[in-house]
Every structure is written in C-alpha cells, then in structure tokens.
C-alpha cells in the first residue's frame, strides 16, 4: 500500500483484539466495545474503513469501505485485513499509539514517571512514554518484544535474533 494518507479503521464490539493489534501497529483504530454495530458504522463513516461480523452490513450498501472479518482466530483477522488492503511493514507505526485510547503516544523524560512505574521498571528502563489522553505509560520490556517478533512473522521479515 504504502501511500500518504493514514489508514483508519473503525471496529465492531466483537473484534476487540483485532482492533487492540491494529492499534500496536500504529493504525488509528475506533474501537467502543459498547457501541453497537450501527453506531460503529456511524464512526466510520469519518474516512474510516469498517472492519465489520455482521451479515447484513456484508450483505447491505455501505457508502463506506468496509472489510467482512470471516476468520475466528485475531491473528488471522490481521492476516486478512494486511492481505485485503496490501499493507506492508513501511505502512506501520509499531508502538505509536495507546492500545486502550487510540491516542499517538510521546516520550516521556524518565524523571517525570518516577512513582507512576513499578521502581524495578524505573531502575532498569531509559525510554518511557505516555498517553497524553489517558496517561498511561508505556516501556520497552519481554512484552515488546514478543509483540515485535509477531510483527515481523506477519510481515515476513523475522530474522531469526
């Protein structure tokens, strides 16, 4: 794909996890998992392509993009949106977002999240960042880097570390 404009992606309720991998990938992501599937459509309709289980969206005229996620498994729906849409690894952003709000996420200096980490993390880490919606603060650690083996498997581009 690998064009100017960021994709977007809004989420039913029922692809939660989809949505939180797309968001590690850097996609903005809407995602309410109280939301209904119209009100979902609804936010999508702000340039935003709809990642939709419900039949009778699949089957009904949208006047917006949409892809029908047919695989159970997370996994394989980010396999089918990557493949649908011609992503590749350069169209990513990998940890760039929060994966609970969808904001873009910034370094933090590491002496402004003394006490709001765990004192091991603060000790043992240098690069922080933080949400500026929600302030939650994120690190690099052993759960990074299973996420970035993943990303690399899914973009064919593991080399074996």
């Given at each position: ?5 960021e ?16 968001r590690i ?12 599937t119209?009100k ?5 309709r ?16 949208l006047p ?12 394989e729906?980010?396999?089918e949106v ?9 169209d ?5 977002r929060?994966?609970?709000?969808n904001t ?5 200096d590491?002496?402004?999240?003394r006490g709001?980490v ?9 690069i ?6 929600c302030?939650r603060?994120?690190?690099?650690g052993?759960?990074t880097?299973?996420s ?5 498997r899914l973009f064919?581009?593991?080399d074996?570390r």
């Open positions: 794909m690998n064009n100017e404009s994709i977007c992606f809004a989420a039913e309720p029922t692809l939660g996890k989809l949505a939180k991998w797309l990938l850097g996609f903005d992501t809407s995602y309410e998992p109280g939301f209904s119209k979902t459509m609804d936010s999508g702000k340039n935003r392509i709809l990642l939709t289980r419900t039949e009778r969206v699949r089957d009904g005229k917006q993009e949409f892809i029908f996620i047919t695989p159970n498994i997370p996994f729906q980010l396999r990557i493949d649908t849409l011609g992503i590749i690894y350069t990513t952003r990998p940890f760039s929060c994966i609970r709000c873009r996420i910034q370094p933090v590491k002496e402004s999240v709001n765990p004192d091991f993390i603060w000790q043992t880490r240098d922080f960042q933080i949400c500026g919606r302030r603060i994120y690190w690099p052993s759960h880097e299973r970035h083996d993943i990303i690399m064919d581009r593991y074996n």
